[in-house]
């Protein structure tokens, strides 16, 4: 495929878009996201038009199109709904899930009673989404999530940049790390990214809208699907949790999950050890979730 250059002008986006859909002429865009692998437009608030910008990010692309094409039948969640098309080049297109990002701010002002409804929906969606036949989900493209550095690897990389405040911290996580087994439910196919950049809230109406964004979803330790939602606040992920176990009447390790939030922060800190900006940025999110952990 032809590559998409980095930071292509929004006008050459329109073209290729409106060259698809002929429709579209006339229409208002966007771009909603400007990363390395995809470019995404908004198209009139209704749409999203995903450009994968090389033949790694094309292949991610349309294997998410694959795999939602078997989860969207088989949950209850609003998932996106997402048709791939090779002209005149390739691209998907989606009805745009309606609401924005469900950050912490963003949450602190859901009422009590959304929130509810809010924990309740997730927790049925996992329940859903785990019960999918892994082989139907394998053979769509699915592999496994990118496993994590060892203990000794994270302390070494972070041990130079970490504030003072969070070493004793630190350094419990990962020594509780190396001595933890393996999951007791072992391994499924999860979504892994279920954070609140990848979930849709329209604070207007009082709805949440869905989740999106399946490009790092694949087999993973069944209690690791449930720490991202503590980059929004614990008190959803309780509450996933919750509505997770009266699906499933599954019990899960709340003390895991924390444990496992604990390692993640640490993680994507070593994980940017070269990187000073990524590393900045990393720590300030462990700072966060170290003064709101459980």
Do not use: C
């Not at 130079?160 to 196919?189: N, R, S, V």
């Not at 640490?266 to 990393?282: C, D, K, P, R, V």
């Amino acid at each position: 495929m032809p590559e998409i250059p980095v930071h292509m002008s929004l006008e050459r986006l329109r073209e290729l878009a409106v060259a698809g859909h002929p429709q579209f002429v006339g229409a208002r865009f966007t771009i909603l996201a400007d990363g390395w692998d995809s470019v995404a437009l908004d198209v009139d608030d209704r749409y999203i038009i995903k450009f994968p910008r090389h033949e790694e990010a094309e292949q991610s692309l349309r294997r998410e199109v694959l795999l939602l094409s078997i989860i969207a039948p088989r949950v209850l969640m609003p998932v996106p709904r997402m048709d791939l098309h090779d002209i005149p080049v390739t691209h998907t297109i989606h009805a745009k899930l309606p609401g924005h990002a469900l950050d912490p701010a963003a949450y602190a002002a859901v009422p009590e009673s959304i929130r509810a409804e809010i924990g309740w929906g997730l927790g049925q969606f996992y329940a859903h989404l785990h019960a999918i036949n892994s082989d139907l989900l394998a053979n769509a493209g699915a592999g496994p999530v990118q496993e994590w550095l060892d203990a000794e690897t994270i302390r070494q990389r972070i041990e130079p940049h970490l504030p003072p405040a969070l070493a004793p911290w630190a350094d419990k996580a990962l020594e509780k790390l190396a001595g933890l087994g393996p999951d007791p439910y072992g391994i499924t196919y999860g979504l892994f990214d279920g954070h609140g950049w990848n979930m849709a809230y329209d604070p207007e109406q009082n709805r949440f809208g869905g989740v999106f964004d399946f490009g790092d979803s694949g087999f993973g330790p069944l209690h690791q699907e449930f720490i991202y939602s503590n980059l929004i606040a614990p008190d959803l992920t309780e509450r996933i949790i919750a509505s997770y176990e009266q699906h499933t009447a599954r019990e899960l390790d709340r003390a895991r999950i924390t444990l496992l939030t604990d390692i993640h922060r640490l993680w994507e800190i070593a994980e940017e050890h070269e990187n000073a900006e990524g590393m900045t940025a990393m720590i300030a999110a462990a700072e966060a979730w170290f003064a709101m952990r459980p």
